[in-house]
């Protein structure tokens, strides 16, 4: 008999993100007609860009947390890594609110903007927090007992907190 496991997909951006995504996408193709009107300058900046857009998708954005008996599997286009359900101390809702309240001032390290952010959350009260969130609400808090804490925004993420016997 197979073990279950369910899929959830990284939450769609909320409008704020959805936002700044359009805006920083328009880029390389605002360069590239500029550097076609007026020499082509701006044609190394757009091809830098889309470059890093690139990198951002396949390494730092997952596409997919999977639970299953014994982990959490983390997906990425280029990695994977699994964190054990066993070293998790706590799962739950946390709101932007409640999020403030918790780390104080906050400050990402890694890629934010494009997609949503992604990386390190450097916090003033819990130090350095792992974060892949696309959303500005409706984030899954995950502590840790061996590790640093994990933020993320999973779509469904009340059935996520649940599989996960969270609250």
């Not at 809702?93 to 906050?106: C, F, M, V």
């Not at 390290?109 to 974060?131: N, P």
């Not at 969130?133 to 469904?156: A, C, G, Q």
């Amino acid at each position: 008999m197979s073990n279950p496991t369910t899929s959830f997909r990284l939450a769609p951006m909320s409008t704020p993100i959805l936002v700044l995504t359009v805006l920083l996408l328009a880029l390389p193709a605002i360069f590239l007609a500029r550097s076609a009107v007026a020499g082509g300058w701006l044609t190394l900046p757009a091809l830098l860009l889309v470059g890093i857009y690139a990198w951002v998708w396949l390494w730092f954005r997952p596409s997919v947390f999977v639970v299953h008996p014994g982990v959490v599997e983390v997906i990425w286009p280029l990695r994977r890594r699994q964190l054990r359900r066993e070293d998790f101390s706590e799962v739950r809702l946390i709101d932007k609110h409640e999020l403030r309240r918790k780390t104080g001032w906050a400050m990402r390290v890694g890629a934010g903007g494009l997609w949503g952010g992604f990386g390190w959350l450097w916090t003033e009260r819990l130090g350095i927090v792992q974060m892949y969130v696309t959303r500005t609400d409706e984030f899954v808090w995950i502590e840790r007992s061996e590790d640093r804490p994990w933020l993320i925004t999973p779509e469904h993420p009340t059935v996520f907190v649940r599989i996960l016997g969270g609250r």
